[in-house]
Protein backbone atom coordinates (compact mmCIF):
# COMPACT_ATOMS: atom_id res chain seq x y z
CA UNK A 1 0.00 0.00 0.00
CA UNK A 2 1.11 3.76 -0.72
CA UNK A 3 0.31 6.38 1.65
CA UNK A 4 0.46 10.01 0.39
CA UNK A 5 -0.42 13.80 2.65
CA UNK A 6 -2.34 16.65 1.12
CA UNK A 7 -3.00 19.79 3.79
CA UNK A 8 -5.81 22.15 2.90
CA UNK A 9 -6.93 25.28 4.58
CA UNK A 10 -10.41 25.56 5.60
CA UNK A 11 -11.32 28.73 6.38
CA UNK A 12 -14.73 28.87 8.50
CA UNK A 13 -18.11 31.12 6.82
CA UNK A 14 -17.78 33.05 10.00
CA UNK A 15 -15.81 33.11 13.26
CA UNK A 16 -17.13 30.80 15.62
CA UNK A 17 -16.46 32.02 19.27
CA UNK A 18 -16.89 29.69 21.95
CA UNK A 19 -16.34 30.36 25.76
CA UNK A 20 -12.23 29.84 25.64
CA UNK A 21 -11.52 31.49 22.15
CA UNK A 22 -12.81 32.39 18.87
CA UNK A 23 -11.89 30.48 15.51
CA UNK A 24 -11.68 31.32 12.07
CA UNK A 25 -10.21 28.87 10.08
CA UNK A 26 -7.84 25.76 10.61
CA UNK A 27 -5.79 23.34 8.69
CA UNK A 28 -6.53 19.66 7.66
CA UNK A 29 -4.72 17.07 6.40
CA UNK A 30 -6.14 14.22 4.45
CA UNK A 31 -4.48 10.53 3.80
CA UNK A 32 -4.82 8.85 0.95
CA UNK A 33 -4.12 4.92 0.67
CA UNK A 34 -3.41 3.54 -2.47
CA UNK A 35 -3.99 -0.03 -3.18
CA UNK A 36 -4.80 -1.76 -6.61
CA UNK A 37 -5.73 1.30 -8.19
CA UNK A 38 -8.29 2.17 -5.65
CA UNK A 39 -7.92 4.67 -2.98
CA UNK A 40 -9.16 5.31 0.35
CA UNK A 41 -9.47 8.63 2.21
CA UNK A 42 -9.37 10.09 5.66
CA UNK A 43 -9.11 13.21 7.15
CA UNK A 44 -6.99 14.67 10.09
CA UNK A 45 -7.74 19.13 11.55
CA UNK A 46 -5.87 20.84 13.83
CA UNK A 47 -6.85 21.56 17.35
CA UNK A 48 -5.11 23.93 19.57
CA UNK A 49 -6.78 22.62 22.60
CA UNK A 50 -5.24 18.58 21.82
CA UNK A 51 -1.70 19.91 21.10
CA UNK A 52 -2.06 19.38 17.11
CA UNK A 53 -0.82 21.57 14.85
CA UNK A 54 0.26 21.33 11.25
CA UNK A 55 3.37 20.31 10.98
CA UNK A 56 3.11 17.86 14.31
CA UNK A 57 0.23 16.30 12.31
CA UNK A 58 1.75 15.84 8.69
CA UNK A 59 4.43 14.00 10.79
CA UNK A 60 2.33 11.66 12.17
CA UNK A 61 0.12 10.82 9.20
CA UNK A 62 3.84 10.35 7.49
CA UNK A 63 4.67 8.41 10.24
CA UNK A 64 1.40 6.49 10.07
CA UNK A 65 1.22 5.79 6.26
CA UNK A 66 5.20 4.70 6.27
CA UNK A 67 3.60 2.41 8.66
CA UNK A 68 0.87 0.78 6.36
CA UNK A 69 3.26 -0.09 4.04
CA UNK A 70 4.24 -2.93 5.60
CA UNK A 71 0.94 -4.73 5.87
CA UNK A 72 -0.44 -6.81 2.30
CA UNK A 73 -3.68 -5.24 2.00
CA UNK A 74 -5.98 -2.87 3.77
CA UNK A 75 -7.92 -5.76 5.35
CA UNK A 76 -4.88 -7.12 7.04
CA UNK A 77 -3.87 -3.37 8.47
CA UNK A 78 -7.41 -2.56 9.34
CA UNK A 79 -7.72 -5.57 11.40
CA UNK A 80 -4.30 -5.28 13.26
CA UNK A 81 -5.64 -1.01 13.44
CA UNK A 82 -2.00 -0.01 14.71
CA UNK A 83 -2.40 2.80 16.76
CA UNK A 84 1.17 3.16 18.74
CA UNK A 85 1.64 6.10 20.71
CA UNK A 86 0.02 8.33 17.93
CA UNK A 87 -2.62 11.02 18.61
CA UNK A 88 -6.48 9.80 18.35
CA UNK A 89 -7.15 12.20 15.31
CA UNK A 90 -4.16 10.73 13.72
CA UNK A 91 -5.46 6.77 14.31
CA UNK A 92 -8.79 8.42 13.27
CA UNK A 93 -7.65 9.51 10.08
CA UNK A 94 -5.67 6.68 9.22
CA UNK A 95 -8.85 3.85 10.43
CA UNK A 96 -11.40 6.19 8.25
CA UNK A 97 -8.78 5.60 4.97
CA UNK A 98 -8.61 2.12 5.55
CA UNK A 99 -12.61 1.70 5.80
CA UNK A 100 -13.17 4.00 2.93
CA UNK A 101 -10.55 1.57 1.13
CA UNK A 102 -11.99 -1.64 2.10
CA UNK A 103 -15.60 -0.75 1.37
CA UNK A 104 -14.27 0.04 -2.32
CA UNK A 105 -12.53 -3.01 -2.46
CA UNK A 106 -15.42 -5.20 -1.22
CA UNK A 107 -18.48 -2.89 -3.00
CA UNK A 108 -20.18 -2.33 0.41
CA UNK A 109 -20.42 1.06 2.31
CA UNK A 110 -18.78 2.00 5.49
CA UNK A 111 -21.74 1.65 7.49
CA UNK A 112 -22.15 -1.86 6.74
CA UNK A 113 -18.74 -2.87 7.40
CA UNK A 114 -19.47 -1.19 11.08
CA UNK A 115 -22.32 -3.84 11.79
CA UNK A 116 -25.33 -1.71 10.08
CA UNK A 117 -28.03 -2.64 8.15
CA UNK A 118 -28.97 0.34 6.14
CA UNK A 119 -27.86 3.58 5.60
CA UNK A 120 -28.16 5.99 8.62
CA UNK A 121 -29.49 9.58 8.91
CA UNK A 122 -29.86 11.88 11.37
CA UNK A 123 -31.24 15.21 12.72
CA UNK A 124 -28.05 17.56 13.25
CA UNK A 125 -27.65 20.01 15.48
CA UNK A 126 -26.18 23.18 14.17
CA UNK A 127 -24.07 25.24 16.18
CA UNK A 128 -24.52 29.04 17.18
CA UNK A 129 -21.60 30.64 18.77
CA UNK A 130 -21.41 33.64 21.31
CA UNK A 131 -22.88 36.27 19.33
CA UNK A 132 -25.33 38.94 20.17
CA UNK A 133 -28.66 37.99 20.67
CA UNK A 134 -29.94 40.05 18.25
CA UNK A 135 -27.58 37.99 15.60
CA UNK A 136 -28.50 34.98 17.35
CA UNK A 137 -32.23 35.54 16.86
CA UNK A 138 -31.38 35.82 13.02
CA UNK A 139 -29.46 32.45 12.65
CA UNK A 140 -32.01 30.76 14.31
CA UNK A 141 -34.72 31.35 12.51
CA UNK A 142 -32.34 31.19 9.29
CA UNK A 143 -31.53 27.78 10.52
CA UNK A 144 -35.62 26.78 11.02
CA UNK A 145 -36.62 27.63 7.86
CA UNK A 146 -33.96 25.67 6.39
CA UNK A 147 -35.12 22.21 7.97
CA UNK A 148 -33.14 22.16 11.42
CA UNK A 149 -34.56 20.97 14.51
CA UNK A 150 -32.05 20.93 16.98
CA UNK A 151 -29.68 24.09 17.79
CA UNK A 152 -26.93 24.36 19.35
CA UNK A 153 -25.96 27.00 21.37
CA UNK A 154 -22.60 28.16 22.88
CA UNK A 155 -22.34 29.56 26.18
CA UNK A 156 -19.65 30.99 28.49
CA UNK A 157 -19.56 34.64 27.77
CA UNK A 158 -18.13 36.43 30.62
CA UNK A 159 -21.71 38.25 31.70
CA UNK A 160 -23.66 34.95 32.39
CA UNK A 161 -26.95 37.09 31.58
CA UNK A 162 -25.83 37.56 28.01
CA UNK A 163 -25.67 33.93 27.33
CA UNK A 164 -29.58 33.63 28.69
CA UNK A 165 -30.59 36.66 26.50
CA UNK A 166 -29.00 34.71 23.16
CA UNK A 167 -30.90 31.41 24.65
CA UNK A 168 -34.56 33.54 24.91
CA UNK A 169 -33.90 35.57 21.88
CA UNK A 170 -33.47 31.94 19.65
CA UNK A 171 -36.10 30.34 21.50
CA UNK A 172 -38.16 33.18 20.21
CA UNK A 173 -36.77 33.20 16.94
CA UNK A 174 -37.35 29.12 16.46
CA UNK A 175 -39.63 27.81 19.01
CA UNK A 176 -39.95 24.40 18.00
CA UNK A 177 -36.39 23.61 18.09
CA UNK A 178 -34.56 21.50 20.26
CA UNK A 179 -31.89 23.38 22.44
CA UNK A 180 -28.87 22.04 23.50
CA UNK A 181 -26.26 24.20 25.34
CA UNK A 182 -22.35 24.05 25.70
CA UNK A 183 -20.85 26.35 28.14
CA UNK A 184 -16.79 24.74 27.13
CA UNK A 185 -16.33 24.10 30.68
CA UNK A 186 -16.73 28.06 31.87
CA UNK A 187 -19.04 27.58 35.03
CA UNK A 188 -18.02 27.16 38.56
CA UNK A 189 -20.00 24.26 40.10
CA UNK A 190 -21.62 27.28 42.13
CA UNK A 191 -22.50 28.84 39.21
CA UNK A 192 -23.95 25.55 37.27
CA UNK A 193 -26.17 25.25 40.21
CA UNK A 194 -27.23 28.52 39.87
CA UNK A 195 -27.63 28.54 35.57
CA UNK A 196 -29.09 25.09 35.21
CA UNK A 197 -32.43 25.91 36.68
CA UNK A 198 -33.09 28.73 34.76
CA UNK A 199 -31.84 27.47 31.41
CA UNK A 200 -34.65 24.64 32.10
CA UNK A 201 -37.50 26.81 32.39
CA UNK A 202 -36.32 28.13 29.04
CA UNK A 203 -36.48 24.71 27.91
CA UNK A 204 -33.20 24.09 27.00
CA UNK A 205 -33.12 20.02 26.67
CA UNK A 206 -29.57 19.35 27.80
CA UNK A 207 -26.06 21.22 28.87
CA UNK A 208 -23.06 19.55 27.83
CA UNK A 209 -19.55 19.83 29.88
CA UNK A 210 -20.75 22.79 32.38
CA UNK A 211 -17.25 22.60 34.57
CA UNK A 212 -13.72 22.72 33.31
CA UNK A 213 -12.10 19.83 32.04
CA UNK A 214 -9.80 17.36 34.64
CA UNK A 215 -12.42 17.04 38.05
CA UNK A 216 -14.52 14.46 36.42
CA UNK A 217 -16.20 13.56 39.91
CA UNK A 218 -17.38 16.75 40.01
CA UNK A 219 -19.23 16.96 36.97
CA UNK A 220 -20.77 13.63 38.50
CA UNK A 221 -21.95 14.98 41.28
CA UNK A 222 -23.02 18.08 39.42
CA UNK A 223 -25.48 15.43 36.94
CA UNK A 224 -27.32 14.18 40.62
CA UNK A 225 -28.44 17.99 41.17
CA UNK A 226 -29.05 19.23 37.76
CA UNK A 227 -32.41 19.54 36.48
CA UNK A 228 -31.09 19.16 33.12
CA UNK A 229 -29.56 15.95 31.37
CA UNK A 230 -25.40 17.07 31.43
CA UNK A 231 -23.07 15.40 28.75
CA UNK A 232 -19.68 15.04 28.99
CA UNK A 233 -17.23 15.94 26.50
CA UNK A 234 -13.93 17.77 27.64
CA UNK A 235 -13.97 14.87 30.58
CA UNK A 236 -15.33 12.26 28.03
CA UNK A 237 -11.90 11.81 25.86
CA UNK A 238 -10.75 7.72 25.63
CA UNK A 239 -12.83 4.78 26.37
CA UNK A 240 -11.12 4.84 29.93
CA UNK A 241 -12.75 8.86 30.45
CA UNK A 242 -16.10 7.55 29.57
CA UNK A 243 -16.36 4.34 31.74
CA UNK A 244 -15.39 6.41 34.87
CA UNK A 245 -18.58 8.32 34.10
CA UNK A 246 -20.87 5.44 32.83
CA UNK A 247 -24.05 5.90 34.99
CA UNK A 248 -22.75 8.63 36.59
CA UNK A 249 -23.52 11.37 33.74
CA UNK A 250 -26.45 11.55 31.60
CA UNK A 251 -24.90 11.19 28.20
CA UNK A 252 -21.05 11.75 26.65
CA UNK A 253 -20.01 13.17 23.71
CA UNK A 254 -18.10 10.57 21.33
CA UNK A 255 -15.87 12.59 18.83
CA UNK A 256 -13.31 10.32 16.83
CA UNK A 257 -10.54 12.61 16.43
CA UNK A 258 -10.80 11.99 20.55
CA UNK A 259 -11.75 8.67 20.96
CA UNK A 260 -9.26 7.65 18.42
CA UNK A 261 -11.99 5.93 15.66
CA UNK A 262 -15.09 4.58 14.60
CA UNK A 263 -13.83 1.42 16.46
CA UNK A 264 -13.14 3.01 19.53
CA UNK A 265 -16.50 4.88 19.29
CA UNK A 266 -18.43 1.29 18.80
CA UNK A 267 -16.92 -0.03 22.34
CA UNK A 268 -17.96 3.03 24.02
CA UNK A 269 -21.68 2.70 22.62
CA UNK A 270 -21.62 -0.74 23.54
CA UNK A 271 -20.40 0.55 27.20
CA UNK A 272 -23.38 2.89 27.98
CA UNK A 273 -26.02 1.15 26.46
CA UNK A 274 -28.30 0.36 29.04
CA UNK A 275 -26.78 2.65 31.70
CA UNK A 276 -28.95 5.16 31.96
CA UNK A 277 -25.94 7.21 29.91
CA UNK A 278 -26.71 8.45 26.24
CA UNK A 279 -24.88 9.15 23.55
CA UNK A 280 -23.95 12.23 21.83
CA UNK A 281 -21.98 12.14 18.46
CA UNK A 282 -19.71 15.01 18.00
CA UNK A 283 -16.97 16.38 15.78
CA UNK A 284 -14.29 19.28 14.97
CA UNK A 285 -14.74 21.95 12.67
CA UNK A 286 -13.97 19.50 9.41
CA UNK A 287 -14.82 19.10 5.79
CA UNK A 288 -17.05 16.45 4.68
CA UNK A 289 -14.68 14.06 4.81
CA UNK A 290 -13.76 14.24 8.10
CA UNK A 291 -17.46 14.13 9.03
CA UNK A 292 -18.28 11.30 7.10
CA UNK A 293 -17.43 8.37 9.25
CA UNK A 294 -19.44 9.71 12.10
CA UNK A 295 -22.27 10.01 10.45
CA UNK A 296 -21.86 5.85 9.07
CA UNK A 297 -22.27 5.61 12.93
CA UNK A 298 -24.99 7.96 13.68
CA UNK A 299 -27.76 5.10 14.29
CA UNK A 300 -25.73 4.63 17.20
CA UNK A 301 -26.70 8.15 18.73
CA UNK A 302 -29.25 10.08 21.26
CA UNK A 303 -27.40 13.50 19.92
CA UNK A 304 -26.10 14.05 16.32
CA UNK A 305 -23.73 17.06 16.49
CA UNK A 306 -22.25 16.35 13.03
CA UNK A 307 -22.34 20.37 11.68
CA UNK A 308 -18.45 20.97 11.41
CA UNK A 309 -18.90 20.90 7.91
CA UNK A 310 -21.92 23.09 7.63
CA UNK A 311 -19.64 26.10 9.52
CA UNK A 312 -17.26 25.82 6.56
CA UNK A 313 -16.80 28.98 3.76
CA UNK A 314 -16.35 26.12 1.01
CA UNK A 315 -16.77 22.62 2.20
CA UNK A 316 -14.30 20.72 -0.42
CA UNK A 317 -15.69 17.63 -0.07
CA UNK A 318 -19.64 16.43 -0.63
CA UNK A 319 -21.38 13.43 -0.04
CA UNK A 320 -23.43 13.59 3.79
CA UNK A 321 -26.00 16.64 3.20
CA UNK A 322 -26.85 18.54 6.31
CA UNK A 323 -28.03 21.65 4.52
CA UNK A 324 -31.40 21.03 5.36
CA UNK A 325 -30.82 19.73 9.07
CA UNK A 326 -30.37 15.99 8.25
CA UNK A 327 -27.13 14.11 7.43
CA UNK A 328 -26.95 11.24 5.92
CA UNK A 329 -24.72 8.34 5.10
CA UNK A 330 -24.71 6.93 1.27
CA UNK A 331 -24.83 3.19 0.16
CA UNK A 332 -21.72 3.91 -2.04
CA UNK A 333 -18.91 1.74 -1.27
CA UNK A 334 -16.87 3.24 1.45
CA UNK A 335 -17.05 6.67 2.92
CA UNK A 336 -19.16 7.40 -0.32
CA UNK A 337 -18.09 11.04 -0.44
CA UNK A 338 -16.02 12.90 -3.28
CA UNK A 339 -13.80 15.60 -3.34
CA UNK A 340 -14.93 18.76 -5.16
CA UNK A 341 -12.31 20.64 -7.29
CA UNK A 342 -10.25 22.56 -4.97
CA UNK A 343 -8.02 25.12 -6.10
CA UNK A 344 -3.69 24.97 -6.38
CA UNK A 345 -3.88 27.55 -4.31
CA UNK A 346 -6.12 25.94 -1.43
CA UNK A 347 -3.48 22.87 -1.11
CA UNK A 348 0.03 22.62 0.55
Not at 292 to 321: K, N
Request: with cysteine; net charge negative.
Amino acid sequence: MKATLRTVRLALAEPLRISRSTMAARDAVWLTVEHEGLTGHGEAVTSVYYGLDTAELERQLYEAGLDLGRFGDPENALRERPAGDRPPAVTAAVEAALLDLCGKRSGVPVHRLLGARSAPSARTARTIGIVPAERAAAQARSLAESGFTVIKVKAGAPDPEDDLDRIRAIASAAPRARLLLDPNGAWTSAQALQLLPRYAELGVEAVEQPLAPGDPEALARLAERSPLPLIADEDAVTYEDVRRLVGRVHGVNVKLAKCGGPYTALRIAELVEGSGTDLMLGCLTASTLGLAPSVHLADRARWADLDGHLLLADDPWTGIGGTDGVVRASDLPGLGVRERQVSREDAA
